[in-house]
């Protein structure tokens, strides 16, 4: 939970652990320590927690217990789901599509892929930031083989529509994988009804702990494992299980299945308040993404002519207690440097440059968000005269004030 004085509005980077999580967890951490693998009764304790944790799994997402693979984070189920398929087939051509908006999760497996032989094709975005299932079909060649298109985009949390992508992956006999490390657990995906063959997540993203995460890989996927070892997971990905953070991971699975609507409701009206709240207080502000497609506690806003000061605006509200991003946590190390998700929605290097992420989860309330608004002003107010010099340099190099989109 966050410290006192704290608001954490940042729970795209990671979310606090649920304290239930840390109370099933606990004893893994301590007396139960046991290996699953091993015969004895400490060892089939163990067993039997990750066992459960499975199902757990298993129930939120709608697979067999068989095509679980617990894996050491989101990352590791991305780079599984995409060098382990193309591993499996690159005796013949491969093809892969996916999108230009990926996490790097996914865009550097492909980078690593397309080393060893594949081609890979980067489907654009409207400036809603959804791929369009038109241009999927459009992309599709006799040698594609796989599909990875994300459930929701961690920067915007814009929803692609995995269910109509799915339908056509499976209409052409091609296997496709989503990377749902930011959908899981908040919205409702179902590897059965939408059509995934692969799908990843990650634990601490839905209050669990950090370094575990899952893949699903569907019963008859071609798929090569990456990690070889003791053939723990089915041969799928050896190493000796994380016990504690496996039963975190499913303790967290059954909380959001049970409360996710609950959740959901509560975080999109917190959300909708704070976006009527900020665009009444700095009319320069603009929500980025699609307007209702996205994560219910997802808002990412951009403020016409102060672009470049997103990172001003993070500090100054950090200072007074709140904890917000410019984007995604992994890439906050190149604040300056423009977005190239933005970029693929179309919005010019100057506006990719930042814009102010704020993201709500379980345990945010109106209250704090009522605060945010009133601390708000003194954020904004502090960048007014950087905003009117933007708008005047702006004006001096292209001869207008500029829409922020170049197309929309
Ligand atoms: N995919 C998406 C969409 C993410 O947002 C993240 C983390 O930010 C990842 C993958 C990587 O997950 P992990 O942090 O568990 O490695």
Known sequence: MPGPGRIYFDNAATTPVDPRVAAA????????????????????????????SRQQVADLL?????????????????????????????????????????HPAVLEVCRYVAACGATVSYLPVDGNGIVSPDDLVQAIRPETRLISIMAANNVTGVLQPVA???????EHNILFHTDAV???GKTAINVERHDVTLLSLSAHKMYG??????????EGTPFSPLILGGGQEGNRRSATENVAGIVGLGAACDICRREMADDAAREVRIRERLIDGVQGLAPNAYLIGHRYR????????????????????LLALDELGFAVSTGSACSSHKASEPSYVLSAMGFDPFCARG??????????????????????????????????YHHTTKETHNGTTGNHFTHA
């Open 294 to 313: 996205r994560l219910p506690g997802h808002i990412y806003f951009g403020f016409q002519g102060v672009e470049g000061e997103a990172i001003k605006m």
């Open 164 to 170: 109509e992508l799915g339908r056509i992956a499976r």
């Open 25 to 52: 967890m606990q004893p893994f951490l301590y007396g139960a320590f046991g290996n699953p693998s091993s015969m004895h009764t400490e060892g089939l304790q163990a067993r039997h927690a990750v066992e459960q």
């Open 355 to 388: 814009a102010l992420r704020i993201t709500l989860g379980r345990f945010n309330t109106e209250t704090e968000a009522d605060r945010f608004l009133e601390i708000f002003p003194k954020t904004v107010s502090g960048l007014r005269s950087i905003q009117s």
């Open 62 to 102: 709608g697979c067999n217990l068989s095509e679980i693979v617990f894996t050491g984070s989101g990352t590791e189920a991305d780079n599984m789901a995409i060098a382990g398929v193309f591993r499996a087939l690159q005796d013949r051509p491969f093809h892969l599509i996916t999108s230009a908006i990926e």
């Open 182 to 184: 930011q959908a899981a």
């Open 209 to 218: 702990p950090k370094g575990v995460g899952a893949l699903i890989i569907r």
